[in-house]
């Protein structure tokens, strides 16, 4: 390959420069991007607006407004084993702090006021410091959202007992409370009462929650049952526990195979929650239902009921007829019942329900708080804007009831929401008069207005795609209310999503979604199916009569008339058609079509902070670019123009101040960073989806504060291969099935950007290539061909044809072809240029490549329309996006069959044999070959047996044709190849593939051959596993040669920084070896691993303009690192209590005037100081110290000034050339992009304000000259007319 000739590039000939001191070289860690663990944990503060992810690595996310979020390592890995994952994480809204707790029952508890001030901020950013930590002897269970009023945070362990650690004094509390369930199940034995018994190894503490409006009333639920603990008395004084009778489900079924049917049960407690009146608590079971509870009242719930069914407590003869409960009876047909929605209701014959993981009790504001809260509306004061569906329930007093869980098999999986009516106290009659009917305890008519408080007056829920798994609110002000009052937001964690491909690395599964909550409110009255109403003849509970819900006929159950005798009525009687006193009946105008449901029903959705890649997010691999900045600017100004317009704007969170470190050692110098070039990150995700973000070092450094997030997401780039897939005009493709039957196996293989061209080209592992191109959005365009995929989407079997079948633009075809042989005609190239939406800038679909010939192994784009795909089937192909077309087969033809040799007739030109071998590299460049320095487009082609093919193409009569006879060297040093650049002689750029080189190209085709005394007009690098080798215009002299013994490169890459260039190669065990160019000369040697032991290297994507890129090691190792750590952007300052809102006093109970049941509270609520005093005794240690003072966060945002100039002596200058003055301002100086555009916008709109104004004072100045003309005529014409009078008289 290479001649003996001496060498005839100039041995001067250095582009590397300074950059061959090893000083300039210093590997460092920049950032780590995305999360570092499965999300196992979710927090708000509303006051800091704040949320906290915790995950199973042991570190918590926080986030604020954009600029603002922070890692912060709670339980790092250790000798002793691996991170401890978050359990529970909370923080205390108005003392500023974050409390967490692992796996290894750890409490830590961390300041948000007090943040660490390292002299090295870049291994050790800004966090909050630690307060205190203690280590529990038991497993932790359950904790208490800790309230502004006191400083404990109250929790339960797995035996039972109660515990407080003192926020404030960071120690555990001496209040120690045992298991009162466990004292409550001796006295039950003692006390001889038939089946009671106690639980084996003792009754297990499950959750707690504090009265919303009486701090001395705590319930704490175990396992049997619930407790009601006075902290003020120091003892148990309620007990509250479900019991269900023989004969009645609960959440169960009635086809239980273990006959526990007839037997008394008592599911077991979950989670509970206080109505935020504080007058009924509701309690979840392990069975999936409800009981629902007034405190006043400990002996008999008020309502027993499951999302879907009321009093499920009290036995249904007509389910256990049907269920063939009672062998003696013939069952009877039921009528399937149906949502709201138009789904099934699942009967409460075969509804196993799962239990019920979590309840959240919403309310809203009263009339008082929401006049103030229209009036604020505008202000910082009000929060987020007051929603039309926030007054519709704030004007009629609702509740809503959020349950996780206790939904049936086959049941749409979400978050689902009850709602409730307004609580309206009865009017009981004066002490002295006639005696108050009482039932179990309580008045009668105070129970029928409690019950009538619970009758749901309508039903919704957030559909997920996947079961959910946990959820938290976004209140819009308060701390308080169990943090549901008046919320904004919804976050939703959702189990992992088996439709997305899986890969083999660690990866965070679990989805994340946020809502616009609440939801419109439902005016459909739902349908409650066993809904019991007792009524009172007379005095006493006598007759008991049960009556179905007021319901629309069509959807009713039907049932056999029966005779119903007077008097005692059993369970099964006929139902009366005459609805309960105070239930309202539904109207027509109150009724709504199913569609007007669906309409009214759709969830907004909100982004959440771009770090959380997780679930459908989780990046399966990455690569970063820089672009010039023209290019740039189109890309990310959609974004800039429509800021606050987006159609899924990001969650409602403004905590916390993020100020970039200009004043620490080692800060970068704001002139000098502005000259940097704008990158993008490009990332692939299971969802087939790619993703763009912007992750420009500018985004660190300006303004003061920060305002952006890092990464920048650019939502209207993204490109969704899900939306192309189901269209029906490409139904017919492999691709498309695959997406309709099994989505986990449509997977993103590689991702290619043209950065000049805006051309994405993305490989599928089916062998398809899909190719996009930039365009930007047209006015006034509509999508009418939009498909929208309902509940997934996923039809299977023969429905799954039909409807893939059903209008579709192709005609059908059989799975099996007239010959016999499996499989369908597929055409090559099938344009889909017709499916791009232009209502905004973005990545429109061009052309779906289907060549049959496996997975796609290497891709090389280029920016003058050519694309080079070899597959692992030891095949090429070349394509042109001006037909687009294929312009060269290597190795198949056109029906994608393996050509073992060429034919002789007839054959197509564009079908070469292929070689035995894969390809190792290909590179686009234009540039001259041998002798022939004429620029022509050509790809380099390195196979891996050592052997590397050039094609050349040429136009004829303005089409692209590629040279059947392409030059080839062979060399087995060259075997394994990963890498080529081709060089400029002169300069040491890259010839790359542009617009401009190709046009020069095509006008020096008849350009003269080189002489062989002229100058080198190209210098190739090629780099394989064990060698770099450089020559001159590829089959000339050798000018350097790198043979590697003991390492083994796995990739190689050419960087320029500050125009001096380098090659860069990494082993496979994490070194980065680095050589001038271009004689290969080593540089330097560094480790790309902190420590001594060497590690194996994830797939690296250089910036080649910096030095700095980024190293994906698996999908929750995504790190941005450099080669040159010098002035680089440090993490920035951080203040978290930047922003706050007001803290509301604590919530009181209702007063006697206003709430029949007030005398509940028996006296002076108990204040938070009380409370703390109670808990935390006599002996209670002193308040620690508050830190001092520390230097105001915006100050580290000031460029710092220069030093002044000393007075000493200056030498006397030795050179006798005139320096010349440069200039004031750098020509690549300029203002960043971001306040560039934006400013921009604001010009915008102030010179259309401007211009509008102008026409306005026009048009005023035209009314004025109008009137004044108008005055002066009529004067004219009166002098005209006195002078005619006085002319006569005179």
């Not at 919403?362 to 929060?383: H, N, R, V, W």
């Not at 043209?754 to 994405?760: D, F, G, Q, S």
Request: proline share 9%; with cysteine.
């Amino acid at each position: 390959m290479f001649k003996s000739k001496a060498p005839s590039l100039s041995t001067d000939t250095d582009f590397t420069k300074n950059l061959k001191e090893t000083s300039f070289y210093r590997y460092g860690h920049l950032r780590s991007l995305g999360v570092s663990g499965e999300i196992t944990a979710l927090a708000v503060d509303p006051v800091l607006s704040l949320l906290a992810v915790g995950t199973s690595s042991g570190v918590v996310h926080v986030f604020g407004q954009p600029a603002f979020q922070f890692a912060l390592p709670v339980s790092g890995a250790s000798s002793s084993g691996p991170a401890s994952g978050i359990k529970f994480i909370t923080f205390h809204s108005g003392h500023h702090r974050l409390i967490a707790i692992d796996t290894n029952n750890t409490l830590h508890s961390f300041s948000l006021r007090d943040m660490t001030d390292h002299p090295n901020p870049s291994l050790h950013p800004t966090l909050p410091n630690r307060e205190g930590a203690y280590s529990l002897w038991g497993t932790i269970t359950a904790i208490d959202q800790p309230l502004p009023s006191h400083t404990h945070l109250f929790l339960t362990l797995k035996d039972g007992t109660m515990l407080a650690w003192d926020l404030s004094r960071h120690i555990l509390g001496n209040w120690k409370v045992g298991n009162c369930w466990s004292e409550y199940e001796e006295r039950m034995v003692r006390s001889g009462i038939p089946g009671r018994r106690k639980t084996a190894g003792g009754p297990m503490a499950t959750c707690m929650a504090i009265n919303p409006r009486d701090l001395n009333i705590m319930l704490v639920g175990y396992e049997g049952g619930v407790v009601a603990w006075d902290f003020q008395k120091n003892a148990v004084t309620k007990t509250f526990e479900m019991i269900l009778p023989p004969g009645a489900p609960g959440g169960g079924s009635y086809q239980d195979a273990d006959g526990s049917l007839w037997t008394e049960r008592t599911p077991s407690v979950t989670c509970l929650v206080w109505r935020p009146d504080g007058l009924v608590f509701a309690v979840g079971h392990s069975d999936g239902c409800i009981t629902f509870w007034a405190y006043s009242e400990s002996d008999k719930p008020l309502i027993v009921r499951t999302i879907t069914h009321e009093d499920v407590n009290v036995a249904d003869a007509d389910a256990l007829f049907s269920a063939g409960a009672l062998d003696t009876q013939v069952r009877s047909k039921r009528k399937v019942e149906l949502d709201v929605d138009g789904r099934p209701i699942a009967p409460a014959i075969s509804a196993n329900r799962e239990p019920i993981f979590k309840l959240s009790w919403a309310g809203f504001p009263d009339q008082a708080e929401l006049k103030s809260l229209m009036a604020a509306q505008g202000t910082e004061a009000a929060g987020e804007p007051l929603s039309s569906y926030s007054k519709d329930y704030a004007e009629r007093g609702e509740t809503l009831l959020l349950v996780l869980g206790g939904q049936s098999p086959g049941e749409r999986p979400g978050i689902n929401i009850i709602q409730f009516p307004a609580y309206k106290p009865p009017i009981l009659p004066r002490k002295g008069t006639a005696p108050t009917t009482l039932s179990e305890g309580m008045p009668l008519q105070e129970r029928y207005a409690y019950r009538d408080s619970l009758m749901s007056t309508g039903s919704t829920n957030y559909p997920t795609k996947t079961p959910p798994e946990d959820f938290v609110l976004l209140p819009r002000l308060s701390p308080y209310f169990n943090l549901s009052h008046d919320p904004v937001a919804l976050i939703v964690s959702l189990t992992p999503d088996p439709t997305l491909n899986q890969i083999d690395a660690r990866q965070a599964q679990r989805g994340l979604e946020a809502y616009a909550f609440p939801p419109p409110r439902s005016t459909a009255i739902p349908l409650s199916p066993g809904r019991k109403n007792f009524l009172s003849p007379g005095e006493g509970e006598k007759i008991v009569q049960f009556t179905p819900a007021p319901v629309n006929q069509s959807s009713s159950v039907s049932s056999s008339p029966r005779a119903v005798s007077p008097g005692w009525r059993l369970p099964w009687s006929t139902p009366s058609p005459q609805p309960s006193p105070g239930l309202r009946v539904p109207t027509p105008d109150s009724l709504m079509s199913f569609a007007a449901i669906r309409k009214s029903r759709a969830r907004r959705r909100y982004r959440l902070p771009s770090a959380l890649w997780t679930g459908h997010l989780s990046v399966l691999g990455c690569e970063i670019h820089s672009l010039p900045t023209p290019t740039f600017k189109r890309l990310i100004s959609w974004s800039i123009e429509t800021a606050g317009e987006e159609p899924s704007p990001r969650i409602a969170l403004h905590g916390g101040m993020a100020v970039p470190d200009l004043q620490s050692h080692g800060a970068p110098d704001v002139k000098v960073a502005k000259m940097e070039s704008y990158r993008v990150l490009v990332t692939f995700h299971p969802d087939a989806t790619v993703r763009f973000w912007d992750v420009s070092p500018h985004l660190l450094i300006l303004p003061t504060p920060l305002r952006f997030e890092y990464p920048g997401p650019l939502p209207h780039l993204s490109i969704s291969i899900g939306e192309y897939l189901k269209h029906p005009d490409v139904a017919h493709l492999p691709l498309a099935k695959l997406w309709e039957t099994d989505r986990s196996k449509v997977r993103i293989k590689s991702v290619h950007l043209a950065r000049e061209a805006l051309e994405c080209v993305i490989t599928m592992s089916t062998g398809e290539i899909i190719v996009t191109k930039f365009g930007e959005g047209k006015k006034n365009a509509s999508d009418d061909d939009e498909i929208e995929e309902l509940d997934g989407g996923h039809v299977h079997g023969e429905g799954a044809l039909e409807a893939k079948n059903k209008d579709s633009y192709f005609p059908p075809q059989s799975p099996e072809s007239a010959d016999g042989n499996k499989g369908e005609w597929v055409e090559e190239v099938t344009e889909i240029g017709h499916l791009a939406r232009w209502r905004q800038d973005g990545f429109k679909p061009v052309a779906i490549f289907t060549l049959k010939r496996g997975e796609a192994v290497r891709c090389a784009v280029s920016d003058i329309g050519f694309i080079a795909v070899a597959f692992d089937t030891k095949s090429v192909a070349i394509l042109d996006m001006r037909g687009p077309d294929v312009i060269l087969r290597e190795g198949f033809d056109e029906d994608g069959v393996l050509m073992k040799r060429k034919k002789r007739k007839n054959h197509n030109v564009q079908n070469v044999v292929g070689e035995s071998s894969l390809v190792g590299a290909m590179k686009w460049v234009v540039s001259g070959l041998g002798n022939d320095a004429s620029a022509r487009p050509r790809l380099i082609v390195s196979y891996a047996k050592g052997m590397t093919k050039i094609y050349t193409l040429v136009n004829v009569l303005g089409e692209w044709m590629v040279e059947t006879k392409p030059p080839t060297f062979t060399n087995d040093s060259l075997a394994g190849p990963i890498a080529s650049y081709v060089l400029d002689a002169m300069t040491g750029s890259e010839l790359l593939p542009t617009a401009e080189s190709l046009t020069a190209a095509i006008h020096s085709q008849h350009t003269p051959e080189a002489k062989k005394d002229q100058p080198p007009h190209c210098i190739w690098i090629a780099a394989s596993k064990k060698s770099i080798r450089a020559a001159v215009n590829f089959n000339g002299e050798r000018i350097a040669k790198v043979e590697l013994e003991q390492d083994e490169l796995s990739e190689c890459f050419y960087v320029t920084r500050f125009g001096q260039k380098i090659v860069v190669g990494i082993t496979t065990t994490g070194t980065a070896l680095v050589y001038s160019v271009p004689f290969l000369e080593p540089i330097i040697r560094t480790d790309l691993f902190f420590g001594t032991q060497g590690r194996q290297v994830g797939r690296i994507s250089f910036d080649d303009r910096s030095g700095d890129f980024v190293e994906y090691s698996g999908p929750l190792e995504i790190n941005l690192r450099t080669l040159f750590h010098f002035r680089k952007p440090l993490p920035p300052r951080l203040d978290p209590c930047s922003f706050k809102r007001p803290i509301p006093p604590q919530p009181i109970p209702l007063s006697a005037s206003s709430m029949v049941g007030a005398w509940i509270w028996g006296g002076a609520p108990l204040t938070g100081s009380q409370l703390d005093a109670i808990v935390a005794g006599p002996k209670r240690p002193p308040m620690p110290k508050e830190p001092g003072p520390k230097k105001p966060i915006i100050s580290w945002g000031k460029v710092p000034e220069d030093a002044p100039k000393s007075t000493a002596p200056v030498m006397p200058k030795r050179t006798a050339v005139a320096k010349q003055r440069g200039p004031t301002r750098d020509a690549r100086e300029r203002q960043d992009v971001y306040s560039e555009m934006t400013d921009a916008a604001a010009e915008r709109g102030n010179m259309l304000d401007d211009l509008g104004e102008q026409l306005n004072n026009v048009s005023v100045s035209a009314t004025n000259y109008l009137t004044q003309a108008r005055n002066a005529a009529m004067k004219e014409a009166a002098k005209s007319t006195a002078k005619g009078v006085f002319g006569k008289l005179l």
